[in-house]
């Protein structure tokens, strides 16, 4: 063997070598690409996911509050379900045409009579809300409403100008809600029948129980309604409210107090908040 021939033989085995390195780093590449992908895509649905089940849990505390404060022979908490909202503050209307519960309704998420702010899922769109009509003897798994995250454009939609910043119905649905796409959080009546029975004691009663009363009413899911957004402060009726607790030394007096105050003001999840209410709903 030549020295010439020792040689190429070399340079040819180190580009096999490079050829072989840059293959492995090529597909390394692709492959962190695809689970970079994959990442993002999850930490969207994520978040996505929680914007969804705090609606849901806000619509299921609404519902439960009004049904609580005025039930109704022949009707269910589906009946107490807020419509989409057609105005700028997020409010929900109720009246017809524009809400009835015999019909479903298309539109965006009821913010503002929910206390929850003007929801969004990941990719910056406002949560939609569809309700379906109500039936007067509904099933445990009766669909009652759907929730939705729109995600991304989608090619063929046009969301240009649509996207308000107060999220309320005028946009066209078509740009924002598919089936395919979008991410939806059914909810089903189950979640509601707990309204017909969990009530606080009826008004009635002394002091004690009506004023635990009025602020159980505020109860929203894990959300308090006697907060005054945008801040943490409540509300004069629900801090007029505890104030009478203890003018009347009730033995709820104390969580009462806890009711109005963070954490709990701000959410009902924490136990503290949790224990609060269970000694509203047995004052006396």
């Given at each position: 063997?030549?020295?010439?021939?020792?040689?190429?033989?070399?340079?040819?085995?180190?580009?096999?070598?490079?050829?072989?390195?840059?293959?492995?780093?090529?597909?390394?590449?692709?492959?962190?690409?695809?689970?970079?992908?994959?990442?993002?895509?999850?930490?969207?649905?994520?978040a996505s996911s929680a914007q969804l089940a705090a609606a849901r849990d806000a619509?299921?505390?609404?519902?439960?509050r009004e049904w609580c404060l005025a039930p109704t022979s022949g009707q269910t908490?589906?009946?107490?379900?807020?419509?989409?909202?057609?105005?700028?503050?997020?409010?929900?209307?109720?009246?017809?045409?524009?809400?009835?519960?015999?019909?479903?309704?298309?539109?965006?998420?009821?913010?503002?009579?929910?206390?929850?702010?003007?929801?969004?899922?990941?990719?910056?769109?406002?949560?939609?809300?569809?309700?379906?009509?109500?039936?007067?003897?509904?099933?445990?798994?009766?669909?009652?409403?759907?929730?939705?995250?729109?995600?991304?454009?989608?090619?063929?939609?046009?969301?240009?100008?649509?996207?308000?910043?107060?999220?309320?119905?005028?946009?066209?649905?078509?740009?924002?809600?598919?089936?395919?796409?979008?991410?939806?959080?059914?909810?089903?009546?189950?979640?509601?029948?707990?309204?017909?029975?969990?009530?606080?004691?009826?008004?009635?009663?002394?002091?004690?129980?009506?004023?635990?009363?009025?602020?159980?009413?505020?109860?929203?899911?894990?959300?308090?309604?006697?907060?005054?957004?945008?801040?943490?402060?409540?509300?004069?009726?629900?801090?007029?409210?505890?104030?009478?607790?203890?003018?009347?030394?009730?033995?709820?007096?104390?969580?009462?107090?806890?009711?109005?105050?963070?954490?709990?003001?701000?959410?009902?999840?924490?136990?503290?908040?949790?224990?609060?209410?269970?000694?509203?709903?047995?004052?006396?």
């Amino acid at each position: 063997m030549t020295r010439r021939t020792a040689t190429a033989r070399r340079q040819r085995g180190a580009a096999l070598l490079a050829i072989v390195l840059i293959t492995v780093l090529a597909l390394l590449g692709y492959m962190l690409g695809l689970w970079q992908d994959d990442h993002r895509e999850q930490v969207r649905r994520q978040a996505s996911s929680a914007q969804l089940a705090a609606a849901r849990d806000a619509l299921v505390g609404y519902a439960l509050r009004e049904w609580c404060l005025a039930p109704t022979s022949g009707q269910t908490p589906w009946d107490r379900m807020p419509c989409p909202t057609t105005a700028s503050d997020g409010t929900a209307s109720h009246a017809p045409p524009a809400c009835d519960h015999g019909s479903e309704q298309t539109g965006r998420w009821p913010w503002g009579s929910l206390g929850t702010g003007a929801l969004r899922d990941a990719s910056g769109s406002c949560l939609w809300y569809r309700l379906k009509p109500s039936q007067p003897s509904p099933g445990a798994s009766d669909v009652v409403a759907e929730l939705r995250a729109p995600g991304p454009t989608l090619p063929g939609q046009n969301r240009s100008g649509q996207d308000v910043a107060g999220c309320f119905t005028g946009p066209n649905a078509a740009a924002f809600i598919d089936d395919g796409n979008d991410e939806v959080l059914e909810l089903r009546f189950a979640a509601l029948q707990a309204a017909m029975t969990t009530c606080p004691p009826a008004g009635g009663g002394g002091p004690c129980s009506q004023n635990a009363s009025t602020l159980l009413a505020h109860v929203n899911g894990n959300n308090n309604g006697c907060r005054v957004l945008p801040g943490n402060s409540a509300s004069a009726t629900c801090q007029n409210a505890a104030a009478a607790l203890q003018a009347n030394a009730c033995s709820c007096a104390p969580e009462g107090d806890v009711f109005i105050k963070p954490p709990c003001i701000g959410s009902l999840n924490p136990p503290q908040c949790q224990a609060a209410i269970a000694a509203l709903q047995s004052c006396n």
